[in-house]
């Protein structure tokens, strides 16, 4: 404050001439002479202030003191203080100690403070009064609030012996700050006293003037005079830039009639700080009007009107030349609603109306008008316009509420009662804060014009506006302030410009908002009885959505996948019991959990800009917080993303989060599974899926924060205003992976290192074009007219985030910035790429595209008419697919993925050194369903990702449907085709797995049906009988190298086997007839009991029984054969198999679920039919037989028996 005023003169004299300089300088007017009686007349009342403090009377002047004008405090004073003149020091500091501990109290500064209090902003008496104070002196003119109002004091000069003064706080404000005057400002001329009027002033009291309103044709009075206590006071409302309050003055005596007088004067609206509800009051000359959206008429001040308190003798009760009756004299009957609620009971709730004084105690949302009052109720001001009063509203401010709202449990994430006023209500200051005002956040301090559209336009009731506001933070904490400014987000809507902030919060609300909400009148609002208004009836509000962070997200979903991460449910028994610990801990190494944005409660809005990241070539949604990986599908079975997305808002409420686990354990057997001490490493990758369809997109109108440099030109409408560029015609897109590149001249100080990239080849459609304005001139002719200009593409560095954007068959445009005189796209390759591979592929060219260039999709009036050019490669057929021919050869197929298993790497990622055994990745198998138009059940086919260059992909879950474009097609060693990720394998997921998929019932067939037809169903259910058992096995084996293990210890001699535990393993093989043909079927583990006809407890009894000796295996050569046993042949549990196996309850009709054993992807030679001979009575017969079938059972169960008609009958009767 050092800068706003002088240094107090050491001597009085010195003062004392200070003080005469500032008060001729500042308080008389400018056009007279120097005011002698002006300055003895401030100086007198600066020392009678002085000396009240009762601490300083060997000091007769306030010589530390110095005097301060208006001007200078808007000038100079940036920080908040006060000036108590007529305090002690111990009074300050007593003062001080209600800030309570902690408390940032206002400084004190030793200034002197002298004006006129008006409440005219101007000179001029034709500007308008809009019922606000200020302290004018000839400097310039403050505002200033006033806890007690004397409409005697306006236009005289005060000395203000307490104040405080707040400069704005708002930040490029233009607001110069206001004045809070804490104590009753002392006159420096004496006021003159009113002596009252000559005669009683003639007055009608509200039961006649209620009745003068309602036969007024009848009583014919032009002008009355009003007197009454006043009960009721509106708010200040401001409607179509018009200012007015309305009064309500009831009897004195008894409660009676009441009659509301509304104020629309300009010069009256000072009014307003002068009313107290409970005081009598005199009106004088009113006249009635009428309102709009009123029904009634109502007494309304006209200029000449004046406001005085009633004092006995000062007014009598005007005599009128009309017979009044004691039922004219009594109030009306208040209407009642007609309106039936019975249907909505208890969703419905009433507020209570009652008044309220208390503390503020926390600005929650300065904006919004949200405050908290005592620590306990939640204070909204949002339902009146009150501006001026919220800049005084701050911690340690008292606030007096009359006619306020109290709605308790109103929800939507609020658990306070709360008071809300509405403009049947009024707020009145009672008593100022010591405390400095809060540094709030730019979100709390902008926006308060679009809150109020919330109320007045949109509607909102109050648990719907208490949602919206906290939405609305938690959006500006997600994008705010890197993404766009505060004030940009928060701005209010007008014609042709939303608002950003309503554009992410409007979807929703024609489900939210009640259908034929009112719109709001003030004067029915203030006027009708039975009082209605927004606040009396409320429905608490369940919280619709929130918008978490994209962070907050990714720790949820990390939480839930380990939440429910349970190896039994991901095992189940009967299955996990049979498993070595190899088997079981690779099973459980990889599994995933796909989270719908239905399951979140509340619903969780995905919200965050679209950017591409050139560290992992995915788009990804990011805001202040994180990022997370992202697939975007414009619709199903398309994938492709339009460039210009880059940096747009995207909104979506539909979509599922992905989360993959990947696990590292040592679970000796299935009885440790519960045992979490045996994982020993975790790790999550957590990505959303979701279609563009269901997103709500919007350009942002400036670059996103976070992306690389060469991200914004994508980003801005306009695009570049200089360059050049070329259309193509994409062809093929290889893998983003590591590869390694040939040092260019000058960069041998760099050691070569693998870089991330990928390759796309493609074939311009045309050449070059220039920066034309708004667009492309024609394009340039090409070198050779007649030939294929095939180009061959390289992404490395920045120029990777273009990857998701790229695919086959589609136009793109490739635009280089800058200068156009150089041509950029006709140099040769400068990559370190070798010249060799582009010549054998007829390339004519290769560049490296650099970080500055943009991607553009070409639209349709882009493609020149071009009749032959070479387009992407077919998808392979699968005949040539499931052939012995060109094995070794690239082929492309869609398919949906039906499992996903870890494995383990090749082995020749096995051998290499020990000391580089962390940079082994483990691969992938995938198994897939292909998708053929000329097959009706599509066959299974293994695909493998072992390269360890190649990055994780996203996206490929069981359920997905992809399209896989040059995987390497392969042969093993057992002639089954497989495929391998390859550099040259692309990727592009083509629909998500189905939330909800119902799994398809297997077709029932005959047996027969395998042999004939030239694709049978690889899985399928037949009807059949058991003929025969051919053999049975039951092993105990050690879980850890599966060696047998006799009484349940392991037989091999090796101290390197650490497994204390044995898993048994059975399988029986059956041979099964259906009258058309016979199979071998062969059932393994747990369907081993059911095929005998075991229930569990007897199965598990002869599993313990079989561990002793650790191996029984029963072999049978046909029907009616000897048994072969390879235990003992006397042993009771070898007879009991063998007398089971050839008994009927085994050997029975059954309902087979089958798997062939041999797969559609074996492409070895199938076994001829034979001849055979067979004996019919005496007669020899030969005939060609085919062979067995072999199956792999999948479930046994026992046939549904169908009664006849007449036992159907019988059992119904």
Not at 802 to 819: D, H, I, M
């Amino acid at each position: 404050m050092a800068a706003c005023r002088a240094q107090p003169p050491t001597s009085e004299q010195a003062w004392l001439e200070a003080a005469q300089t500032f008060i001729q300088e500042t308080l008389c007017p400018a056009d007279k002479k120097p005011n002698n009686q002006l300055t003895r007349s401030v100086i007198d009342c600066v020392n009678e202030t002085w000396l009240s403090q009762g601490e300083n009377q060997d000091l007769t002047l306030p010589l530390s003191y110095s005097f301060v004008s208006v001007q200078s405090l808007k000038t100079h004073q940036r920080l908040p203080c006060c000036s108590h003149l007529s305090w002690s020091g111990n009074a300050y500091q007593a003062w001080t100690r209600g800030a309570g501990p902690g408390g940032r109290v206002l400084p004190r500064e030793q200034l002197i403070l002298l004006g006129t209090l008006v409440d005219l902003l101007g000179d001029s008496e034709q500007e308008c009064r809009s019922g606000c104070l200020y302290v004018r002196d000839n400097t310039g003119t403050l505002d200033c609030e006033l806890i007690d109002l004397d409409l005697s004091w306006l236009g005289h000069l005060f000395l203000f012996p307490s104040w405080s003064y707040l400069p704005s706080t708002k930040r490029n404000s233009l607001g110069e700050g206001h004045l809070e005057l804490w104590g009753t400002p002392v006159p420096v001329f004496p006021l003159a006293v009113s002596p009252g009027p000559l005669m009683p002033i003639p007055v009608l009291y509200p039961g006649k003037a209620s009745y003068l309103l309602r036969y007024r044709k009848k009583c014919k009075i032009k002008e009355l005079n009003l007197a009454g206590k006043l009960v009721h006071l509106s708010a200040l409302l401001i409607t179509q830039n018009k200012r007015y309050f309305i009064m309500t003055l009831g009897e004195l005596a008894q409660a009676g009639s009441q009659v509301s007088v509304i104020v629309q004067i300009p010069a009256q609206m000072v009014w307003h700080r002068v009313l107290r509800p409970g005081r009598a009051y005199v009106l004088t000359e009113l006249q009635v009007t009428k309102v709009r959206d009123h029904h009634s008429c109502i007494w309304t001040t006209i200029p000449s009107s004046t406001l005085m308190p009633l004092r006995p003798g000062y007014v009598q009760e005007l005599e009128l030349d009309i017979a009044f009756s004691q039922a004219d004299l009594k109030p009306q009957p208040l209407p009642t609603s007609s309106k039936d609620s019975r249907g909505q009971e208890g969703l419905v709730r009433g507020s209570k109306v009652l008044h309220y004084l208390g503390t503020v105690t926390e600005v929650l949302h300065e904006s919004a008008g949200l405050y908290i009052l005592d620590g306990q109720l939640i204070l909204c001001l949002a339902y009146q316009k009150i501006h001026g009063l919220r800049r005084v509203i701050r911690p340690g401010v008292c606030l007096e509420l009359r006619d306020v709202h109290l709605l308790q449990a109103v929800g939507g994430g609020t658990t306070k009662p709360v008071l809300a006023l509405c403009l049947h209500g009024t707020v009145r200051l009672q008593g100022f804060s010591c405390l400095k005002p809060e540094t709030l956040p730019s979100y709390k301090v902008y926006g308060a014009s679009l809150y109020e559209q919330l109320v007045w336009k949109c509607q909102l009731g109050l648990p719907l506006y208490l949602w919206a506001t906290k939405s609305l933070e938690e959006l500006v904490c997600k994008l705010c302030p890197h993404v766009l400014r505060c004030h940009q987000f928060l701005k209010h809507s007008s014609p042709g410009k939303p608002s950003l902030g309503l554009q992410l919060l409007a979807p929703s609300w024609d489900v939210l908002i009640p259908p034929g909400n009112p719109i709001r009148h003030a004067h029915s609002e203030i006027l009708e009885e039975p009082h209605t208004c927004p606040l009396q009836k409320y429905t608490p509000l369940q919280t619709p959505y929130s918008f978490p962070t994209i962070l907050a997200l990714a720790e949820e979903g990390h939480h839930r996948a380990w939440a429910t991460f349970d190896p039994k449910a991901l095992l189940p028994l009967p299955e996990a019991t049979h498993l070595t610990s190899c088997q079981l801990n690779r099973r459980l190494a990889w599994s995933w959990l796909c989270l719908p944005s239905c399951v979140f409660q509340p619903a969780q809005v995905l919200l965050g800009v679209l950017v591409a990241s050139s560290h992992r070539g995915l788009l990804e949604l990011r805001d202040l917080r994180g990022s997370l990986p992202c697939i975007p599908l414009t619709e199903s079975s398309q994938s492709l993303i339009d460039p210009k997305l880059i940096g747009c808002l995207v909104r979506v409420e539909k979509f599922q989060l992905v989360v993959e686990r990947e696990v590292m354990s040592n679970f000796p057997s299935w009885e440790e599974m519960g045992m979490a001490s045996f994982i020993q490493k975790k790790q999550t990758r957590v990505y959303i899926q979701f279609y563009l369809p269901d997103a709500l997109i919007l350009p942002v109108p400036r670059p996103t924060f976070g992306s690389d440099p060469s991200q914004t030109a994508s980003s801005c409408p306009e695009g570049p205003h200089l360059g050049q560029s070329r259309l193509f015609l994409l062809s093929h897109k290889e893998a983003l992976m590591k590869r390694n590149f040939c040092l260019l001249p000058g960069d041998s100080s760099q050691p070569a290192k693998p870089t991330l990239s990928f390759h796309v080849s493609g074939t311009w459609l045309c050449g070059t074009q220039r920066k034309e304005g708004s667009g492309w001139s024609p394009p340039e002719s090409l070198a050779i007219e007649n030939k294929d200009q095939k180009v061959f593409l390289i992404f490395l560095g920045a120029s990777v985030r273009w990857f998701p954007f790229l695919y086959p068959n589609q136009v793109y445009r490739l635009v280089a910035p800058g200068p156009s005189q150089t041509p950029v796209f006709e140099t040769e390759c400068s990559s370190g790429t070798s010249h060799r591979p582009l010549e054998l592929a007829d390339c004519v060219s290769c560049l490296t595209v650099q970080e500055e260039w943009t991607l553009e999709l070409g639209s349709s009036q882009d493609v020149p008419d071009v009749l032959e050019v070479p387009r992407a490669l077919p998808e392979s057929s699968l005949a040539h697919l499931l052939s012995d021919n060109s094995p070794n050869s690239l082929v492309s197929f869609s398919a949906e993925i039906l499992s996903r298993i870890l494995c383990d790497p090749p082995l020749a990622l096995r051998r290499i050194k020990p000391g580089n055994a962390e940079a082994i990745k483990t691969g992938v198998k995938l198994t897939v369903a292909l998708e053929m138009d000329d097959c009706d059940y599509p066959p299974h086919l293994d695909i493998y990702i072992e390269d360890p260059q190649l990055l994780p992909q996203i996206g490929l879950l069981p359920g997905a449907r992809v399209l896989f474009s040059q995987l390497e097609k392969r042969i093993s060693r057992s002639n089954i085709v497989y495929c391998c990720f390859r550099s040259s394998t692309s990727v592009q997921v083509l629909s998500f797995p189905t939330e909800t998929k119902a799994s398809a019932p297997l077709p029932h067939i005959h047996l027969a049906q395998l042999v004939q037809d030239d694709r049978p169903p690889f899985q399928a259910t037949a009807s059949c009988h058991i003929v025969c058992v051919l053999s049975l096995q039951i092993l105990w084996v050690c879980a850890h190298c599966t060696s047998i293990c006799p009484q349940g210890k392991c037989s091999r001699q090796d101290p390197s086997c650490p497994s204390q535990r044995a898993v048994s393993q059975a399988n029986i093989r059956l041979l099964v007839e259906d009258s058309t043909a016979e199979a071998t079927v062969i059932c393994r583990n747990h369907h081993v009991a059911t095929a005998l006809g075991l229930s569990p407890s007897e199965w598990s009894s002869i599993l313990e029984h079989a561990r002793g000796p650790g191996r029984v295996a029963l072999q049978l050569t046909g029907p009616g054969s000897q048994t072969e046993s390879a235990s003992r042949t006397h042993d009771p549990l070898t007879l009991l198999l063998r007398t089971l196996c050839a008994s009927p309850l085994v050997l029975r009709p059954v309902e087979l679920s089958f798997a062939l054993e041999r797969r559609p992807t074996d492409i070895t030679p199938r076994e001829p039919s034979r001849l055979q001979q067979f004996q019919c009575g005496e007669l020899p017969l030969l005939t060609r037989v085919n062979p067995r079938l072999r199956l792999v059972c999948l479930s046994l169960q026992e046939p549904e028996l169908h009664k006849p008609p007449d036992a159907a009958a019988a059992s119904s009767s």
